[in-house]
Nanobody, 112 residues
Framework: QVHLVESGGGLVQPGGSLRLSCVAS????????MGWYRQAPGKERELVAY???????TYADSVKGRFTISTDIAKNTVFLQMNSLKPEDTAVYYC??????WGQGTQVTVSS
């Protein structure tokens, strides 16, 4: 069993920033990738970004240039830096381990 714990969500005004963290209960060093997903009310869960073992990053078109995914291998942590936030970024954000595990999610609300 792998546990993923997300944090860092909250309420922010449009144009603001948040940094999400996901701490894994096991080493992420050997994993092929780690990812962030989000699910807005009434919508399906969608991929936001993922980072491969080699450090290659991939982003959804809707967040390119605004979000950055990174890792701290020593702390088994994956980050999602979110800048220039928009109301349409409002969602519950989930961390994903390729073994099929999900975190509990952290709510991000972008509103004035």
């Amino acid at each position: 069993q792998v546990h993923l714990v997300e944090s860092g969500g909250g309420l922010v005004q449009p144009g603001g920033s948040l940094r999400l963290s996901c701490v894994a209960s096991r080493s992420i060093f050997s994993l092929n990738y780690m990812g962030w997903y989000r699910q807005a009310p009434g919508k399906e869960r969608e991929l936001v970004a993922y980072i491969s073992k080699s450090g290659t990053t991939t982003y959804a078109d809707s967040v390119k240039g605004r979000f950055t995914i990174s890792t701290d291998i020593a702390k088994n942590t994956v980050f999602l830096q979110m800048n220039s936030l928009k109301p349409e970024d409002t969602a519950v954000y989930y961390c994903y381990d390729p073994a099929g595990y999900w975190g509990q999610g952290t709510q991000v609300t972008v509103s004035s």
